[in-house]
């Protein structure tokens, strides 16, 4: 799916080559591929939006489907069976220490969501862990406290680990979205990383604390060793197929994190249209059999196309928001109040958006949160980087409800009642450090209140 810009009218574009217009946008820099309600790719010149009238109120989501691409890449892992490999191959290393083995899935779910959507993760993640459980002899997940806490544990790890990058997830690509709509630049996905490396450690601390701290030393999950040392041994050599998605998808990513090496040679070569050009690359493959790995009818049943109208249609709820004067009148009322900032502006931030991310997706918490955290500080006369900042925090962690990632170990039989149970009282915890911790980056460290 190509990076694209809603237009409002399906007469205004009518000409042009699409593919033109991307190659232009992407050697000089000067344009960018949009597409017209028409269905048709028009560069960006020619196309406005109806929302607000002018160009800080467009819909635009050009370079925002980095998420789709990486899915569609994820998908060649899936056919190459690369995903299973990575995980059998570092489950093998643990013992079966019940400790160890949940420290080992919120590990390995946390590093893979950071550099992939953590619905993806999750999704690959959890069957392995049933698979296991399944081999122990804890096929009921519902009636089994072991069970349940890994299942909940790698949906923690998950949701935690999408914060980490930009690309954990489309909720993030929102957030960088109107960054760059507030500063006119483009948002580099290292600084990104900067940013958030302290408040992802504490959280790490906070969530592996939480979810050991009623399991003893002595606790042990047998069998667990011996099931991930056989399912590596029936392991086949690593074909040419699986090295090929795993180059495909680290020059992938590499290239998206050093973007200001090369930004100055390929102005338009953003990290959407490296993820657009390697997914493409990923149809090219071929097995030994010449036939290709990967063929779109295959890939479009497993890519969560229900993402991308809550994208879009978040960002159109958020660009109505604001041009229809609603983010500006709220923003005045909460100025009212003479909101100083600081601990208490966190504060609510941090729980207004965690809440909400926990009964809606967190895709559309950040296109609706994000203009109203920006409406609210500028009327309060404030900087609204690290406020946004801050949201973004609590648009990615949600605990309690089955909802968005957290409906996916439900549906293998966790029960609701349990992640409700263990949600409020660590979604609380997350509230009050996470307030105090942010208070004092904004106060000590400037870094945190730049783009």
């Not at 893979?112 to 993640?125: D, F, G, R, Y």
């Not at 909940?152 to 960088?176: D, H, K, Q, R």
């Not at 009818?297 to 709820?317: C, E, H, P, S």
């Amino acid at each position: 799916m190509l990076p694209f810009t809603a237009c409002s009218s399906a007469d205004i574009c009518r000409t042009g080559s699409s593919w033109n217009g991307i190659l232009d946008g992407i050697l000089v820099g000067n344009r960018s591929g949009r597409l017209c309600s028409n269905g048709v790719f028009a560069d960006c010149d020619q196309c406005s939006s109806s929302y607000g009238g002018d160009e800080g109120h467009n819909i635009e989501l050009c370079g925002r489907n980095d998420s789709a691409a990486a899915s569609i890449i994820t998908v060649l892992w899936e056919n190459t069976g690369l995903d299973k490999r990575i995980a059998i191959t570092f489950l093998r290393l643990i013992g079966n220490s019940l400790r160890m083995q949940l420290v080992f899935w919120f590990a390995l779910s946390m590093v893979l969501s950071a550099v992939l959507p953590n619905a993806v993760v999750c999704a690959t993640i959890t069957p392995i862990a049933v698979s296991m459980l399944k081999y122990i002899g804890m096929d009921d997940v519902k009636n089994s406290k072991t069970a349940s806490k890994i299942l909940l544990t790698i949906a923690y790890a998950t949701g935690l680990g999408g914060l980490a990058s930009p690309l954990g997830g489309a909720m993030n690509l929102v957030t960088v979205e109107y960054i760059q709509q507030l500063t006119g630049k483009e948002y580099m996905y290292s600084s990104w990383v900067i940013r958030f490396l302290p408040v992802m450690l504490i959280l790490m601390l906070i969530n592996v604390v939480f979810i050991l701290r009623d399991v003893k030393k002595t606790d042990l999950l047998g069998g667990s060793s011996e099931y991930f040392a056989e399912q590596y041994r029936k392991l086949p050599k690593m074909s040419f197929e699986e090295k090929s998605a795993l180059v495909l998808f680290v020059v992938a990513t590499g290239l998206a994190f050093t973007r200001q090496l090369y930004q100055d040679i390929l102005p338009g070569l953003k990290p959407a249209y490296v993820f657009i050009i390697c997914a493409i690359i990923a149809f090219l493959f071929t097995n030994k059999e010449g036939k290709r790995i990967m063929v779109w009818k295959q890939v479009q049943g497993k890519i969560v196309w229900d993402l991308m109208y809550i994208f879009a249609g978040g960002l159109a709820l958020g660009s109505l928001i604001n041009a229809t004067g609603v983010a500006k009148a709220l923003g005045e009322v909460i100025s009212s109040l003479d909101m100083k900032g600081g601990f208490v502006t966190i504060l609510i931030i941090l729980t207004a958006t965690l809440l909400l991310s926990d009964v809606t997706s967190n895709t559309a918490t950040a296109a609706v949160a994000i203009p109203l955290v920006i409406s609210i500080t500028q009327g309060c006369g404030l900087n609204p980087i690290p406020y946004i900042y801050v949201a973004s925090i609590g648009v990615n962690l949600s605990y309690m409800l089955p909802t968005s990632i957290r409906a996916i170990p439900v549906g293998y039989g966790l029960e609701p009642k349990y992640m409700f149970r263990e949600g409020w009282k660590i979604s609380l915890i997350i509230i009050l450090v996470m307030s105090i911790i942010c208070t004092l980056l904004l106060k000590y460290w400037s870094t945190f209140s730049t783009v």
